[in-house]
Structures are given as structure tokens and as C-alpha cells.
């Protein structure tokens, strides 16, 4: 049996971590090449990307994509992580005199570029350290604010709940942000705290939760099927396109440049706050031939195609 290769869209359950996902994933597919563009917490759902054997090199490609999601924020008490999963920080504020008016006014603020200063408990790294780390040995950790996007911040709906307001709204962000952060920073500004209880990511730029698959839990579905993408649909998701001819395939193949004949087609609309590829590789195209098989992604040079990635031949199906 071949290795797989691709990209799978999985739909993340709750209480589980993104490392758990991925090592189900490598043990169901029975290969060590699995890898994330971007994890979720535990607490929360939605779409998680892995790269599968030569998926993993498509990831770089993938990790700066705006993502959206779906939170429920609670204001009238803040906590120690910033969401559900932390310990309380003083008493319950009294929320009776939030009205819809001051919520609107202070998620316009909120909105458009930001500096955010992320969670306590964030993956960030301290002088070598990850902050969440420091936090649970009991450091004082302050972490700097960082610039972050927030394209659509909307509340869908409100609730009262034991003295608290619970909002419903969905957030579309750029990579990076933490929108427990934007519960905490929401509920400081109304003057009551707040804290996240629920997140969905339901996409991630192009890709949506809607054409996800749940990937079920050690000793249930050891069978189950899990439906890779394609690397050139994947690829031709993000990047623009190039189509070449059987003899250009097998030049790439071999790592061997190839002249720039034809135009690639147009970049796809793809909301991304963050340059891809870590801002060097704006340029780059993927080279699909005549079935729709990625074969390379390209970086202009000159008046040649030069690879950036080869795929090989037996990874191209």
C-alpha cells in the first residue's frame, strides 16, 4: 500500500487536543507524516487542516489564512485563561445596566487593526519558554501586544443567564488572534469582565468546516474512511495556477526549471492578513498538469519557472 498523501479537513471534537487529532490521524493512516496548519484548544470545535505526507510541505502555504469563528462570550466575570476552562477572578459584576448600545460601541473599537496583548496562557514563547508554561509554574507573565485584524466581530445574539449577559457572535480574524482575548477585552471595556464559553472555527480561509470530518477517538471507527484533498485542488485553493505539459511534469520532477510560456491564472480570493510563506513567496504558483495533479510550486526567476517544491511523481496522485 502506497503512503497517502493530501490535505484533510477534519471537524475537531470538544475536549480534545489538536495533538490528540493529529496522532489518531497518523495511527488511522498508518503513516508519521501528519502535520497542522494551526491548533485549536481543547475546549474548542471546528476545523482543524493536516497536511498528509506531501500535504505537510502545502502547510507553510495555509498557516496565514484569516479564520473565522463562532464564540460565545460571557460578560459579568472574567477568568484566569480568559475562557470556561479558568479559574474565576474576584466576584460576578453586576450586568443590568449593559445595554445592546454600549455592547455595539465597544465591538466597533475592536474591530479593524488592533493591538492585542494574547492570553496568559497562550503558546507564545517567553525568553525560550511557552507563557502557559510560566503562568502554571506561577510566573508573572506579561506578554507585549502584537497587531492582529479583526474583520468582522457581530454579535447574533443575546442572552441573560444567572446575572450574566451571554453573546453569541462570529469573528473573522487574522492568524494570530486569540478571540478569548477579545471576550476578556470585550467584558473590561463594558466595565463587568468577561470571558470566553464556547468556540467553533467554522473556516479557514477558503477551506470550511462544512467539508469537514470528525475523526473519532481512539477505539471507536478504527475503520473509518478519511477523504484526503487532492494537492492540487489544495494548492490551487490558495496559489494561483499554472498548467504544464506532460514533458514540463516530468522536468519538475526532476527539479529542472521550465520557460515562462504562459501566464498563471489569476490569485484566488483568499482573505489573508499575513503574507504567505512568510512574505518572500507572493510570487509563487502551483504547476498542475493535465489531470489536475500538483507537480511543483513554482518561483518566478528570470525568464524560467524555478521549483520552490517538487513533488514526486508517485505523491502526485
Known sequence: MSAPHGILLVDKAPDRTSHDVVARVRWLLG?????????????????????????????????????????????????????????????PSDTGEITDASIHQQLELLRGDIQQVPSTVSAIKVDGKRAYARARAGEQVELAARPVRISRFDVTARRESDGYVDLDAVVTCSSGTYVRALARDLGAALGVGGHLTALRRTSIGPFSVDDAVPVPARGEGDDVHLPLRGLGRSAGAVLPTLRVSA??????????????AAAPSAAPAVPRSAPRGGGEDL????????????????????????????VPLDAQR
Do not use: N
Open 283 to 310: 510570487d509563487l504558483v502551483a504547476a498542475l498538469d493535465a489531470e489536475g495533479a500538483l507537480c511543483a510550486v513554482l518561483r518566478p526567476d528570470g525568464t524560467s519557472w524555478r521549483p520552490a517544491l517538487v
Open 247 to 260: 514533458e514540463e511534469a516530468r522536468d519538475l520532477a526532476d527539479g529542472r526549471r521550465i520557460p515562462r
Open 31 to 91: 503513516t508519521k507524516k501528519v502535520g497542522h496548519a494551526g491548533t485549536l484548544d481543547p475546549m474548542a470545535t471546528g476545523l482543524l487542516i493536516l497536511g498528509i505526507g506531501q500535504g505537510t510541505r502545502l502547510l507553510t502555504h495555509l498557516v496565514g489564512l484569516d479564520k473565522t469563528y463562532e464564540a460565545t462570550i460571557r460578560l459579568g466575570l472574567s477568568t484566569t485563561t480568559d475562557d470556561r476552562e479558568g479559574e474565576p477572578i474576584g466576584s
